[in-house]
């Protein structure tokens, strides 16, 4: 017989708080570390609670990363005392044009825009600062709730943000209530943060129910696919940045860049990042990647080393023209949810880090005035004044200028741009077509060969995803939503020949056909490693992406 009590579900618990922060990343970490600095300078109480999907704080964090510590020298400027993880300073850096799969022509020191610059800078593994800023949130005295996935805003009755409410957890496949059923939680917060990162589900439907991107830019996304490897200590030169742009994208007609980073204990962090505007559906980020590491530049570094961790995640690279109104009210969006990446340099933590801490100064002064839904406007302000937003507006045009001019006149206008002009060239350059609008047909495009992998340099993305730690428990509702289930075939499959294959990069998209020739489509939900990319590229929009059950997904330890 069912159990009696699985037929009415148990109403929601709520929690009340000051302050609900949605994503234990550098942005939302750095909002909770200063709002609670603010609240013991000030003797005020304050409750802070910081949602993170992730089983643990940093598991679900992916970044190259070269590190400016400008936000962090802001927040702890004692941060070196207090044993934050920034163990390498850049040594060197250096940046090459590939010019073909044996070719690399180095770019010179006084040639290379000043952005990518990095000294002063440091490699690190950005989970491993975001554990570090945990520590210090829960020292300050806020609570961090990791493995509970933020799944829906709650609202007041004038439309203002309520809070969110947490995943269910222990429901099949088929929506139903197991024994193991659990409601998710209901936090009651004066002021709501999110601070999702790239594509955050929560943050894109906040976009288009408050309309905050009326007037803006189009946005723009790249997908960043990374390798950490341990080298032959004779080949480690600790500190060493290489940035490479060209093959093997161009040979395709797409755009984007590698980049290498000898850090740590004989490690190496390589990655590609391909902007999503590529136009081929052929394209696979993924085996770009794996040719990416057969060429003689990374080769020389990665010969006789182990792979050890692999992970994926889209980025937010619009720039500034791009950014949405960050407030609505009762909440606020900041980091990579906005959109604060610098595409110029590479590098997303200081700025999302500074957005955090803005946001904090809003949400404190909106708290000690009363009426956070109204106080929340001096938000714009407060950015507008800030080194954030001058230092968005100099890289303004870096990303459209690229995707307008190709690599190399945009690399030449950035050039002019960047080191003569500081940036104050009289321009604001645009690409409107969004990325996902950009695919053209398959019987347009020639189809891509790639090299079968050698699992020596270059490998499948079943054995890759077993590196993310990925898991997932599998009787659960899928959290892949397609809008129009007849169009993965009737559409993606039958004109563009099927691109959810190739653009994700951990296999969750599958075409399969037949002995007769019919195709069926298959979502292996339990391998995606919640980097985005199917959001953002899927030809008609058909994909939307919804958080799973809290704790689910990768789980990366060093990237």
């Given at each position: 017989?069912?159990?009696?009590?699985?037929?009415?579900?148990?109403?929601?618990?709520?929690?009340?708080?000051?302050?609900?922060?949605?994503?234990?990343?550098?942005?939302?970490?750095?909002?909770?570390?200063?709002?609670?600095?603010?609240?013991?300078?000030?003797?005020?109480?304050?409750?802070?609670?910081?949602?993170?999907?992730?089983?643990?704080?940093?598991?679900?964090?992916?970044?190259?990363?070269?590190?400016?510590?400008?936000?962090?020298?802001?927040?702890?400027?004692?941060?070196?005392?207090?044993?934050?993880?920034?163990?390498?300073?850049?040594?060197?850096?250096?940046?090459?044009?590939?010019?073909?799969?044996?070719?690399?022509?180095?770019?010179?020191?006084?040639?290379?825009?000043?952005?990518?610059?990095?000294?002063?800078?440091?490699?690190?593994?950005?989970?491993?600062?975001?554990?570090?800023?945990?520590?210090?949130?829960?020292?300050?005295?806020?609570?961090?709730?990791?493995?509970?996935?933020?799944?829906?805003?709650?609202?007041?009755?004038?439309?203002?943000?309520?809070?969110?409410?947490?995943?269910?957890?222990?429901?099949?496949?088929?929506?139903?209530?197991?024994?193991?059923?659990?409601?998710?939680?209901?936090?009651?917060?004066?002021?709501?943060?999110?601070?999702?990162?790239?594509?955050?589900?929560?943050?894109?439907?906040?976009?288009?129910?408050?309309?905050?991107?009326?007037?803006?830019?189009?946005?723009?996304?790249?997908?960043?696919?990374?390798?950490?490897?341990?080298?032959?200590?004779?080949?480690?030169?600790?500190?060493?940045?290489?940035?490479?742009?060209?093959?093997?994208?161009?040979?395709?007609?797409?755009?984007?860049g590698s980049f290498l980073y000898h850090f740590g204990d004989n490690l190496v962090s390589l990655g590609l990042i391909t902007d999503?505007?590529?136009?081929?559906?052929?394209?696979?980020?993924?085996?770009?990647?794996?040719?990416?590491?057969?060429?003689?530049?990374?080769?020389?570094?990665?010969?006789?080393?182990?792979?050890?961790?692999?992970?994926?995640?889209?980025?937010?690279?619009?720039?500034?023209?791009?950014?949405?109104?960050?407030?609505?009210?009762?909440?606020l969006l900041i980091g990579c949810d906005a959109g604060t990446l610098n595409f110029s340099k590479i590098k997303g933590s200081h700025?999302?880090?500074?957005?955090?801490?803005?946001?904090?100064?809003?949400?404190?002064?909106?708290?000690?005035?009363?009426?956070?839904?109204?106080?929340?406007?001096?938000?714009?302000?407060?950015?507008?004044?800030?080194?954030?937003?001058?230092?968005?507006?100099?890289?303004?045009?870096?990303?459209?200028?690229?995707?307008?001019?190709?690599?190399?006149?945009?690399?030449?206008?950035?050039?002019?741009?960047?080191?003569?002009?500081?940036?104050?060239?009289?321009?604001?350059?645009?690409?409107?077509?969004?990325?996902?609008?950009?695919?053209?047909?398959?019987?347009?495009?020639?189809?891509?060969?790639?090299?079968?992998?050698?699992?020596?340099?270059?490998?499948?993305?079943?054995?890759?995803?077993?590196?993310?730690?990925?898991?997932?428990?599998?009787?659960?509702?899928?959290?892949?939503?397609?809008?129009?289930?007849?169009?993965?075939?009737?559409?993606?499959?039958?004109?563009?020949?099927?691109?959810?294959?190739?653009?994700?990069?951990?296999?969750?998209?599958?075409?399969?056909?037949?002995?007769?020739?019919?195709?069926?489509?298959?979502?292996?939900?339990?391998?995606?490693?919640?980097?985005?990319?199917?959001?953002?590229?899927?030809?008609?929009?058909?994909?939307?992406?919804?958080?799973?059950?809290?704790?689910?997904?990768?789980?990366?330890?060093?990237?």
């Amino acid at each position: 017989m069912p159990d009696e009590n699985l037929k009415t579900p148990p109403e929601r618990e709520s929690m009340p708080v000051d302050v609900v922060i949605v994503g234990a990343g550098p942005a939302g970490l750095s909002a909770a570390c200063r709002l609670m600095q603010l609240a013991k300078e000030r003797e005020r109480e304050l409750s802070v609670v910081v949602l993170e999907k992730g089983s643990e704080v940093g598991a679900h964090i992916l970044s190259g990363a070269v590190f400016e510590p400008r936000a962090l020298d802001e927040l702890f400027p004692d941060w070196e005392q207090r044993g934050a993880p920034l163990g390498t300073r850049v040594a060197e850096d250096r940046m090459y044009l590939l010019r073909g799969a044996e070719k690399a022509l180095a770019v010179p020191h006084w040639a290379v825009p000043k952005p990518m610059r990095n000294h002063g800078n440091y490699i690190v593994s950005l989970g491993e600062v975001c554990r570090w800023l945990g520590r210090q949130a829960e020292a300050l005295g806020v609570e961090i709730f990791p493995g509970f996935a933020a799944s829906e805003v709650l609202y007041h009755p004038d439309g203002g943000i309520k809070g969110v409410a947490t995943g269910d957890m222990g429901r099949g496949a088929d929506g139903e209530r197991k024994a193991s059923f659990e409601p998710g939680m209901e936090l009651h917060a004066r002021v709501t943060v999110f601070a999702e990162g790239s594509r955050g589900h929560l943050g894109k439907r906040l976009i288009e129910q408050f309309d905050l991107d009326a007037d803006r830019r189009t946005q723009h996304y790249a997908i960043g696919i990374k390798e950490l490897w341990e080298i032959d200590p004779a080949r480690h030169q600790p500190g060493l940045v290489v940035h490479g742009a060209g093959w093997p994208l161009s040979e395709n007609g797409a755009s984007g860049g590698s980049f290498l980073y000898h850090f740590g204990d004989n490690l190496v962090s390589l990655g590609l990042i391909t902007d999503l505007s590529y136009r081929n559906p052929y394209l696979s980020p993924f085996d770009e990647l794996q040719r990416l590491k057969l060429h003689p530049l990374f080769k020389a570094h990665l010969d006789g080393g182990k792979r050890i961790a692999y992970g994926a995640r889209a980025i937010t690279k619009g720039g500034l023209r791009a950014l949405p109104k960050m407030t609505m009210p009762g909440g606020l969006l900041i980091g990579c949810d906005a959109g604060t990446l610098n595409f110029s340099k590479i590098k997303g933590s200081h700025t999302a880090m500074k957005s955090g801490l803005l946001a904090a100064e809003t949400v404190f002064e909106a708290l000690a005035a009363g009426d956070a839904a109204v106080a929340l406007d001096s938000h714009a302000r407060r950015f507008c004044e800030s080194w954030l937003y001058r230092e968005l507006h100099r890289s303004r045009n870096f990303g459209a200028a690229l995707h307008r001019f190709g690599l190399w006149a945009g690399a030449a206008y950035n050039y002019l741009d960047q080191n003569l002009a500081g940036g104050r060239l009289p321009f604001n350059l645009a690409d409107p077509v969004a990325d996902h609008r950009a695919l053209l047909p398959a019987a347009q495009c020639r189809p891509i060969d790639y090299p079968k992998p050698d699992g020596r340099l270059s490998f499948d993305k079943t054995s890759s995803v077993y590196l993310s730690n990925t898991n997932h428990e599998e009787d659960q509702p899928v959290h892949l939503h397609l809008a129009r289930p007849a169009d993965a075939l009737e559409v993606n499959y039958n004109r563009y020949a099927g691109p959810e294959a190739r653009f994700c990069p951990a296999g969750v998209y599958e075409f399969l056909t037949d002995a007769d020739g019919r195709a069926e489509f298959r979502i292996n939900a339990q391998n995606c490693v919640h980097c985005k990319t199917c959001d953002i590229k899927d030809p008609g929009g058909n994909i939307t992406w919804v958080s799973p059950e809290g704790g689910g997904g990768p789980n990366y330890a060093n990237m």
